[in-house]
DNA sequence: TTTTATTATCGTAATATTGCGATATATAAA
DNA sequence: TTTATATATCGCAATATTACGATAATAAAA
């Protein structure tokens, strides 16, 4: 117990969990918005900015890439992490997807 | 530590995480999903449908009742589960509000 | 090359989540 | 009232997540 049950579910239930679950974080919720109102990329001002460690926010980020919703690049000795807009708009419509053919039904 | 440090971020993205953080998770989901086509009420033909023990349905239900999306009926000797279909709308825009205004920065 | 600055990863502690059996509660049926 | 059925809650075990200090890795600067 404690493990979720994956395999009873099918891919799309589960790819939109684990979409759904990486964005429910409050950090990382603000990591987006913060990336998002800079006009250049950033890098580690969120450490500064979000009053997190250094190593929580490097793990935050991580997860925010392992879905695709950020892409990092080295810039000099630090690195620019920017939102992904493609992968942004298709999880965007992935999500509105399940919103939209999921209906109200009685009561 | 383990514990996320909600105090450090705003009421809007605690809301909004709590939200997203509930949806993450496949069982959730498939009821979810489950729920909206059926045409009457239904209640725990979701134990059968989904595989999860009794308890661990209802404690999931119990979450998705904590932000609304479901309210629950009691009908007879069972409980009739349904979409909130104006919490339904209101969470979806919510959640469009945090997709757009989340924009591309860079790169 | 050495130093400095930035980020990633490892290891670990604290807490949260998931899942279930057992049991309590409530209502319908007998 | 007794029995059967449906759901909620409690308590626990297993696993996952969150957070951070320490340290490794990398690249610019001195």
Redesign the pocket.
């Known amino acids: ?5 994956t395999q009873i579910f099918d891919k799309k239930q589960n790819e939109l969990a684990q979409f759904f ?1 990486i964005l ?2 409050p ?1 990382r919720i603000a990591i987006l918005q913060h990336i998002s109102t800079q006009n250049s990329c950033i ?2 001002d969120l450490v500064e900015e979000i009053g ?5 926010i ?6 925010l890439k392992s879905i695709g919703l950020l892409k ?1 690049e ?1 810039e ?4 620019c992490y920017c939102i992904d807009i493609d992968r942004w708009k298709e999880l965007q419509k992935l999500l509105n997807g399940f919103f939209n053919t999921t209906k109200e039904n009685c009561c």
């Open positions: 117990m404690g493990i979720t049950k679950k429910g974080h950090a890098c580690n997190l460690a250094q190593a929580t490097s793990q935050h980020l991580k997860e990092g080295i000099g000795k630090s690195m």
